[in-house]
């Protein structure tokens, strides 16, 4: 499979930071295909109720 990788604009810190030890669920994501063949990405920070990306596209399958 081929794609074209789009760059990220910008990285997104998780506040407060994650410490090493905690095993609990930080994030939530949610990974579709849209009707133009856009791998797309949905994430959540699970701490904050915060969406960190919502339905951004990532790669285009062909």
Do not use: K
Request: with cysteine.
């Amino acid at each position: 499979m081929t794609g074209v990788a789009i760059p990220a604009d910008a990285h997104t810190v998780l506040d407060p930071p994650n410490p090493p030890r905690d095993s609990r669920s930080r994030l939530d994501l949610q990974i579709g295909v849209d009707a133009d063949r856009w791998l797309c990405v949905t994430a959540i920070d699970l701490w904050s109720g915060r969406a960190l990306m919502a339905n951004r596209p990532i790669v285009q399958l062909v």
